[in-house]
């Protein structure tokens, strides 16, 4: 090369036309700030257990949510009519009024009657088997269920039946269960969010502290940048997209296997369903199913973490050059 | 245009009575005045200690005075911003003592790094870094990673890197200290050529050798006062 090689006016090859001489496997463009480092991979961690933690979080407040709302679909269908009997009075005259009061109702799509010895029966878990309860003044029930098409007017009916039946009939729609039960959950997917972005703030505080250590320990690099003449804003930018990347893969494990554990555990819960026991946690508990809505609040998770992670480092390297 | 009348031009560097001391210590540099005039060629020289990387700190503007007038390129530097600065450095080309190159980047990465920082397109320049690697005789070595090459060949990929952008100002930092004493001589050849191809150059140095084999100004650095010798 001669020394026309660095004049200003030199011409350079036709940009599109590779240098025939110039390697062909030359690495061209590695990341500014070291990016596979012990640091960096404790960070990548980090953030994929926090992820883990926080999508297990949304993952069960999501699954709490959906079934508060189906039991609270279930127990809204029905309403109970309690007949109490009272001295001097029919009680089985005064079910059979009551029943008719129901069925005259047009949103009641359906009026079952729980005779003597089922109401007796129901006491069963509560006074044992074999007991003679003829004596005891054991309520009578009559079960209603509300049709899907027509809203039954249950201040109508409720009113109805005190006034054909004063003192001996109310009508229970489980009002009180259904707000208590509306309460537990949303209290349950309170802490669920609660949770979340505490975890999301625990991330932010995590990154903010690794990204000062990167930046003491990458004072070289930055000096370096700072000479060949790379302004404040290309060092924070070349820092961020690291950081992005670590967040990213911290972010897309833990979220990966959050997701893994539920698709696990829905497994189990299947195969533990099929036994008796397993009925009866899932009458209780529910069904074991996080739905698409859940798979997409653990993703959303690990984006936010990583976006976090991203933003995060930005503001603490601007604030690291000036 | 060359003009007809030197120093008439406006000066690349130029300090007035500049001072300057660490914290609350005593002045590392005192009542420093000088002019670099375009395209110009000296040594700045002086025993250890004496204020030569404070000197060159303060031309890079990574350090300001504590008193006294310091202009860059005809701009006064004090209240600068940090636009203005990043501008101002890309027309510097500085060699570090220790070569501050970057180890986990290859040296084709290295020395491509000004340009990189511009914003460049890597296809746009790679034929360019590419040649000068080869014409600093780096041609074979720019896969590999500063901490695999030798002194000299860290050397020439620190100088390669100042040059690549080519600089309007080159400040060297003991340019010559880790090299064999050839290798010295064809680099001091290098800034010379390069000198003649416009840009000022000012060399750091303790080596009376590579200042013998010149003609060229020194700036003389001792107990903190410049002293110019033509």
């Known amino acids: 090369m001669s020394s026309q090689a660095t004049s200003r006016g030199r011409t350079l090859p036709p940009a599109g036309i590779p240098d025939p001489a110039t390697p062909a496997n030359l690495r061209r463009n590695a990341p500014l700030v070291p990016t596979d480092t012990t640091a960096g991979r404790s960070l990548a961690a980090v953030i994929a257990i926090l992820t883990f933690l926080a999508g297990l979080c949304a993952g069960a407040a999501e699954m709490v949510a959906a079934n508060a709302v189906q039991w609270q679909g279930d127990v809204a269908q029905e309403i109970t009519i309690q007949i109490r009997p009272g001295p001097g009075r029919d009680v089985d005259a005064d079910v059979a009024r009551a029943a008719t009061i129901a069925k005259a109702e047009p949103g009641i799509a359906e009026t079952r009657v729980f005779s003597k010895a089922e109401a007796e029966r129901l006491l069963e878990p509560w006074l044992g088997s074999g007991l003679d309860l003829s004596d005891l003044p054991v309520p009578r029930l009559i079960a209603l269920r509300l049709g899907n098409t ?3 007017d249950l201040k109508g009916l409720r009113s109805r039946l005190v006034e054909a039946l004063p003192g001996v009939a109310s009508l229970d729609d489980h009002v009180l269960w259904l707000q208590r039960l509306s309460t537990a959950a949303n209290a349950f997917v309170g802490i669920g969010v609660g949770l979340v972005v505490l975890v999301l703030i625990a991330t932010g505080l995590a990154v903010t502290f690794a990204t000062r250590g990167a930046m003491a320990s990458n004072r070289e ?15 924070a930018r070349a820092f961020q997209r690291r950081f992005f990347g670590l967040g990213l893969r911290g972010g897309a494990i833990g979220a990966g296997v959050a997701i893994l554990a539920f698709v696990l555990a829905g497994l189990l819960a299947r195969a533990a369903r099929s036994g008796p026991a397993g009925q009866e946690v899932e ?18 998770i690990g984006v936010i973490a990583s976006l976090v992670t991203g933003v995060v480092s930005r503001i603490t390297v601007r604030r690291f050059l000036t | 245009m060359k003009s007809l009348l030197p120093g008439a031009e406006r000066p690349v560097v130029q300090f007035e009575n500049v001072g300057m001391r660490y914290g609350l210590g005593p002045e590392v540099l005192s009542d420093v005045s000088f002019r670099i005039a375009p395209r110009s060629f000296q040594f700045l020289t002086g025993p250890s200690g004496a204020g030569k990387t404070t000197l060159l ?15 860059i390129f005809g701009e006064e530097v004090s209240s600068i911003s940090a636009k203005a600065l990043t501008g101002l450095r890309r027309r510097m080309g500085v060699v570090f003592q220790d070569f501050r190159l970057l180890d986990h980047l290859t040296t084709y990465e290295n020395v491509a790094l000004p340009l990189r920082v511009q914003g460049r397109a890597e296809t746009s320049y790679r034929a360019e870094v590419v040649e000068l690697l080869r014409w600093v005789g780096l041609g074979e070595r720019m896969h590999a990673l500063p901490p695999l090459l030798s002194g000299g060949e860290k050397q020439r990929a620190a100088i390669a890197r100042a040059l690549i952008a080519r600089p309007d100002l080159l400040l060297a930092d003991e340019p010559t200290g880790n090299v064999d004493p050839g290798l010295g001589r064809r680099l001091l050849r290098l800034f010379l050529e390069l000198n003649k191809l416009g840009t000022s150059v000012i060399i750091a140095t303790h080596d009376f050798g590579i200042m013998d084999a010149v003609d060229a100004r020194r700036m003389v650095l001792g107990d903190g006062r410049l002293r110019i010798e033509e």
Do not use: C, K, M
């Open chain 1, 283 to 300: 009458a209780l508990f529910g069904a074991f199913h996080v739905g698409l809505r859940g798979y997409a609040s653990v993703i959303l």
């Open chain 1, 150 to 152: 027509q809203s039954a």
């Open chain 2, 57 to 71: 700190r303060l031309i890079l503007l990574s350090a300001r005075p504590t008193r006294g007038l310091v202009s």
């Open chain 1, 221 to 235: 690099v930055v000096e370096v940048l700072h000479f060949v003449g790379a302004d404040d804003d290309y060092i």
